[in-house]
């Protein structure tokens, strides 16, 4: 059975191949509904693009590839984003897992560039990125936006939470919440340090804590901590529920607050949300600006400002007046 082509497509709605052509490919002057029909018809015909072919005559496949470390609810919002605003501007997306391992990354990686795709939104594994394999697509002027991480890389696409800003922001909170006795809960890292700015700023008292060590070293303490950031909304669960289970009394009394507005935060956890939204929608437009100047790839880091959703986690009846979620 000969494989249906353009024309046949053409010849049932009556218009002109090139204007098949343009609808598949989603141009911006056929009409929404001419392009409905086309792709109506053309699933009845049963008509399969080459996009290799057609990438051979334009130069590009109108794909772009999205790479992430793991699939988590830290990335849903970000690859949602990015994959309706690329859809939108006539972009199809090719999702892939990097792994754990450099190895596993450079695989993923070379996977996408065997598609031909038209440039890469990439969360590296590590600060830096896999070097070697940065370089080999910057040879081939592959467009890439890196999301998260620094990477040493000249002219360089850089996205990056506020990590900073996210630690200030939460000791704000709680500074504003007239918490008296705070303390940050996790690895050490640029929110932190920004937490730690704060307070010393407003001369308050303030403590660290690895993960969940808070529980043996102030367990029973007369001086628990009044206000906790934690480095995570699952970890802020966690601490909420060890509280509500081994010392409901200072469960009452304790202000807690996560950080990326995940969607265990929605169940009352107060938590700085690093605007994945915008880093996304942020992404897409540099992606295109890289793609329209492909022989002249100029890059920029740019930092995303975190928000503030506060829920029941900070709504404590001895710590003061509690402001209203927003």
């Known amino acids: 059975m000969p494989k249906t082509n353009l024309s046949d497509i053409a010849k049932a709605l009556n218009i002109s191949q090139a204007t098949v052509s343009r609808s598949l490919n989603n141009h911006p002057l056929i009409k929404d509904e001419t392009k409905e029909a086309v792709q109506e018809m053309a699933l009845k015909l049963g008509y399969q693009s080459n996009r290799i072919a057609s990438a051979l005559r334009t130069g590009s496949t ?14 849903a919002v970000l690859l949602n984003v990015m994959e309706e605003y690329l859809r939108k501007a006539g972009f199809h997306t090719v999702l892939v897992q990097t792994g754990d391992s450099l190895k596993s990354e450079r695989s ?29 697509l910057r040879k081939q002027k592959i467009p890439e936006v890196f999301i998260g991480k620094h990477t040493s890389l000249p002219n360089a696409s850089v996205l990056l939470p506020d990590w900073k800003g996210a630690g200030r922001l939460a000791a704000q ?4 919440q007239q918490c008296e006795r705070i303390a940050y809960i996790g690895q050490t890292s640029e929110r932190e340090q920004g937490f730690l700015e704060f307070c010393e700023s407003k001369e308050m008292n303030v403590n660290t804590y690895e993960t969940l060590d808070i529980f043996r070293k102030e367990k029973g303490n007369n001086q628990w901590p009044d206000g906790l950031f934690c480095e995570s909304d699952q970890l802020a669960y966690q601490i909420l529920q060890l509280l509500r289970e081994t010392q409901p009394k200072q469960e009452k009394r ?9 969607s265990l935060a929605q169940a009352g956890i107060s938590s700085i949300d690093l605007a994945y939204e915008k880093m996304g929608q942020q992404a897409v437009q540099q992606m295109l ?3 329209a100047q492909r022989n002249q790839m100029t890059g920029s880091i740019q930092l995303i400002p975190p928000g503030l959703h506060i829920r029941q986690s900070t709504w404590r009846t001895n710590i003061g007046w509690r402001l209203k979620s927003h």
């Open 62 to 75: 109108r794909m772009i590839g999205l790479a992430v470390p793991r699939l988590s609810a830290d990335y």
């Open 173 to 176: 909170h709680l500074y504003d």
């Open 289 to 291: 600006g890289l793609i």
């Open 254 to 262: 304790t202000a807690v607050i996560g950080c990326g507005n995940t």
């Open 108 to 136: 993923a990686i070379r996977y996408l560039l065997r598609l031909q795709i038209d440039g890469i939104v990439h969360v590296p594994m590590k600060e830096n990125g896999n070097l070697r394999l940065l370089r080999d």
